[in-house]
């Protein structure tokens, strides 16, 4: 008898996990059996161990404990069929498959849960075909001519449409439509839909009993939900405790189930959306070939109440997530300055575009306890969340190193180390270090495999500075030694630190505005730092000429004033 949990509510509400091993451990850390990503559970919270008697669970000293049935562990609990547990706010319920309840347990759906708790797909891919009707159904034939009676007809679609009328929600049209068909269907003892997933799995996502003395689980035969999504026929068994077709399907074996419905659900664009089937345990009530035409149109009608749902509940998640990525974005500002340093003699211009909402690319100004400021320009690779997530430990761990070591190389090192440890393998960052000491006048650069700076005189002249001392980016290779070059800026200099989403920006044609149209831009304007800034971004803007930015843009320059 194979064991299982079902996660009641929490991250993976519905989710079932089969237990199949020894031992399993749950908790926060990634490397737990059943991972909980909630703050408040513990890195291993609690241990699932199986005996000789079945399984047990254990806590594992939590910080916030761990409840079987609401009261918290002391010792390890052996697991009965039905048993809740609770880590901090999120429960699983304990089951055994093929476990026959008492009379005393209760079935049916569950008020707090998705509607599918207790639904198991029955592998019987073995089985002959025998049907006793079938209906083709498409969204593309046009009327649909039925031999059903006009007021079951219509009894059926003024149920179905008075029970979703105003409804949106997934959630909330599933079951309305299953208690449409109870109300139509009298004879009907259980009910379910099941809907394709994003991968294209069949998945139960509601489930209806009409008693609480029927079985907890409603056994559901893949056979007939195969066949029905693969040749959109809706289908008929007048007896499928005998029907030779079903001779091989535990389901039916089992609950010795008289008549069968199963209907296709197919949308506008005449694609399977799933499966809506209904059962009879009475062979005095058999469903009949009008019954399987009604139940036809009302899955039509449902199938264009769920596709609408669906669409409602994806545009949902699309606000959500367009919420959360302008809260990510206000986040990801607050790491960047606010406002250029206030220093004698210098004059300072940032620019910064994500290419999303949240974007990789990174600068900041970071006082150093000797009286210099450190100017970083960085390019976490890629772009998006995940680079933005990236960006914000590069602004934390290159704050700390810069203003506790005063060797920059020692500080570049130990910030190489601890990116090289924490980050993916295919994930690396580009970063420029430059250290400014007005007092001198003197710049120290430290270049981690990103873009050399450009210096441009006041005759306008351009150099690229320091190529020969570029090392690797950070997070490729620990202990890795970085060179450092030095240079003084006279009057008028300016020092322009720039990412590769300006140069590398692209027009309509897939060409490249390019270093040379970017020097350019900065030899051919005027003596301030501003003015030059400004007609880089300006001129990489109209050689794009409205094409999508694909990278995001940042750059800082310095100008050294009389």
Not at 78 to 87: E, K, S, Y
Not at 96 to 125: C, H, L, N, S, W
Not at 263 to 277: F, M, T, Y
Not at 363 to 387: K, R, S
Request: a negative charge; hydrophobic letters at 40%; proline letters at 4%.
């Amino acid at each position: 008898m194979s064991s299982y949990l079902v996660a009641l509510n929490g991250p993976d509400s519905g989710k079932k996990i089969f237990l199949v091993g020894e031992e399993f451990t749950l908790g926060r850390h990634p490397d737990c059996d059943i991972v909980v990503e909630v703050g408040a559970v513990s890195r291993y919270h609690a241990k699932i161990i199986k005996g000789n008697d079945g399984y047990q669970v254990e806590d594992l000293g939590s910080r916030n404990g761990t409840y079987v049935n609401d009261e918290q562990l002391s010792k390890p609990h052996r697991l009965t069929h039905g048993d809740t547990i609770r880590v901090c706010d999120v429960s699983f319920e304990y089951k055994q498959e093929g476990y026959k309840p008492t009379p005393k347990d209760t079935v049916g759906i569950r008020a707090d849960g998705p509607g599918a708790f207790g639904a198991v797909m029955i592998d019987d891919d073995g089985a002959t075909s025998t049907i006793m009707s079938k209906f083709e159904v498409s969204s593309q034939t046009g009327a649909i001519h039925l031999t059903a009676s006009p007021e079951a007809k219509l009894n059926a679609l003024l149920e179905i449409t008075r029970g979703l009328t105003g409804t949106l929600s997934l959630d909330e049209v599933l079951p309305k439509v299953l208690d449409g068909l109870f109300r139509i269907f009298l004879q009907a003892d259980r009910g379910f839909i099941i809907l394709r997933d994003e991968s294209g799995n069949m998945v139960p996502r509601w489930t209806k009993a009409r008693r609480e003395a029927d079985e907890e689980e409603i056994r559901i035969s893949r056979t007939i939900v195969k066949h029905v999504m693969q040749t959109r026929e809706a289908i008929l068994s007048a007896d499928a405790a005998a029907d030779s077709r079903f001779e091989m399907s535990q389901s039916i074996t089992d609950f010795k189930i008289r008549s069968i419905m199963c209907a296709p659900l197919v949308n506008a664009d005449d694609e399977v959306l799933g499966v809506i089937q209904i059962d009879t345990l009475d062979q005095r009530k058999r469903f009949q070939k009008e019954d399987l035409e009604v139940a036809v149109s009302v899955g039509m009608q449902a199938a264009a109440a769920i596709e609408r749902a669906q669409l409602h509940d994806a545009a949902i998640r699309q606000i959500a997530f367009q919420r959360d990525l302008h809260a990510a974005n206000q986040v990801q500002i607050g790491f960047l300055p606010s406002e250029e340093p206030k220093l004698d003699r210098y004059q300072f211009y940032h620019y910064y575009l994500a290419a999303n909402s949240v974007g990789g690319d990174y600068y900041d100004y970071i006082p150093l306890p000797d009286g210099g400021t450190a100017i970083l320009v960085g390019d976490v690779v890629g772009h998006g969340i995940a680079a933005s997530l990236m960006m914000a430990k590069l602004s934390a761990e290159a704050r700390y190193c810069l203003a506790s070591m005063a060797d920059p190389q020692k500080a570049a090192y130990h910030l190489n180390n601890n990116f090289t440890a924490a980050t993916p393998a295919d994930k690396f960052v580009t970063l420029a270090i430059a250290i400014l000491h007005p007092e001198k006048n003197l710049v120290t650069l430290i270049n981690a495999g990103h873009n050399p700076p450009i210096l441009r005189k006041p005759d306008g002249k351009c150099t690229m500075l320091a190529e020969e001392e570029i090392g690797l980016p950070l997070g490729i290779m620990e202990d890795m030694e970085y060179d450092i070059a030095q240079f003084t800026l006279e009057p008028g200099d300016m020092l322009f630190i720039y990412t590769d989403g300006i140069n590398e920006a692209m027009n309509s044609q897939g060409d490249q505005f390019g270093m040379e149209r970017m020097l350019g831009c900065i030899s051919e304007n005027c003596d301030d730092v501003e003015i030059c800034s400004r007609a880089i971004i300006d001129g990489c803007r109209e050689f794009m000429a409205g094409s999508p930015q694909y990278d995001d843009m940042c750059m800082v320059a310095i100008q050294r004033h009389d």
